[in-house]
């Protein structure tokens, strides 16, 4: 990835910050983009900010560029553009992680008794975010070819698993823009897909279940259950993100939606614990066949 210009939205944290990380890792130029920084907030009300997420960048050997930016706002994502290509002239690689969709999911309520407000403000956030940053920047990746735009969403397929409409419209929009970017790209010499991690283990799931990184095994016997011991942190599926877009046959994944443990055993890549969680398999074996989760021994699925 050296001489790589890559452009990350969503990076603040979760698992726009480790893609951002693994990628500058392999040398690349970073730019980390997103609404939190050290002096602004934003409405999720988190901690983690763009310049954490840059200076980790750096530590790991690439060179991380902080730019607020929301991609609500046509405007700031204009500026974002005209700022990447004075410095850099196009971009390498697209990563699309926006979603600032949690304050507004409903998970408990069917749809019609939930708020329309939350609803709508969700959809706006995760998908009419996307066709704006694709918009604008498309045109800096198409001008070098080779180059990848990587959505990121949640599950593999369409399947329903009743996580309300909101939210599975919102990520079944972002396996479609994966789809039509695989065909609309293949003819410009670059390549469109989406990939999505298993149970993440991200920072805001870890703080919801009242444990850290270092004691996470504890929340499997308590509010995590026994799914959490197939959890995975986003450095699992930004680790698999690293490896394809240095493949010189990344094309043959082109417009398909490729999960943490698909490039897992693509790659042979490992979680920063050395584990190979294989959420796809467990629910596949467990949950689809009807098992308790509760009563099957999760070593094998890691």
């Known amino acids: 990835m050296t001489a790589k210009t890559v452009l990350v939205t969503g990076a603040t944290r979760g698992c726009g910050r480790a893609i951002a990380v693994e990628l500058g890792r392999g040398g690349a130029t970073v730019y980390v983009t997103g609404r939190t920084t050290r002096g602004s907030s934003s409405p999720m009300k988190r901690s983690e900010t763009i310049e954490e997420t840059a200076e980790l960048v750096d530590a790991a050997g690439g060179r991380g560029v902080p730019v607020r930016c929301d991609f609500t706002s046509v ?3 204009d500026a974002l553009r005209e700022r990447v290509e004075a410095e850099s002239g196009g971009l390498d690689v697209l990563v699309d992680d926006v979603w600032g969709g949690d304050p ?3 998970f408990e309520r069917p749809y019609w008794e939930s708020s329309l407000d939350d609803a709508l ?3 706006h956030n995760a998908l009419d975010t996307h ?3 694709l918009h604008r920047l498309l045109p800096l990746v198409v001008r070098r070819p080779g180059g990848f735009v990587i959505e990121v969403t949640d599950g593999d397929d369409d399947e329903y698993v ?3 409409i909101p939210y599975y419209l919102a990520k079944c929009g972002v396996r479609a823009l ?4 695989g065909a609309e790209l293949a003819g410009r010499g670059c390549v469109g897909l989406s990939v999505t991690p298993g149970f993440l283990r991200s920072e805001a799931m870890l703080d919801l279940f009242g444990v850290a990184e270092p004691n996470w095994r504890d929340a499997v016997t308590g509010a995590g259950g026994p799914d959490f011991a197939i959890s995975e942190t986003p450095y699992y599926l930004a680790r698999g993100v690293a490896a394809l877009v240095t493949d010189p046959g990344a094309a043959r994944f082109a417009g398909r939606t490729i999960a943490s443990w698909t490039l897992m055993h693509e790659y042979g890549v490992t979680d920063v614990d050395g584990t190979r969680p294989d959420w796809g398999r467990w629910y596949a074996e467990v949950h689809k066949a009807g098992r308790n989760p509760a009563e099957v021994d999760p ?3 890691r």
């Open 162 to 164: 009743g996580a309300g």
């Open 178 to 181: 994966g789809r039509a970017l």
């Open 299 to 301: 070593a094998p699925y």
């Open 121 to 123: 403000t969700l959809v």
């Open 75 to 77: 405007a700031d994502v």
């Open 104 to 106: 507004f999911v409903d």
């Open 131 to 133: 066709l704006i940053a």
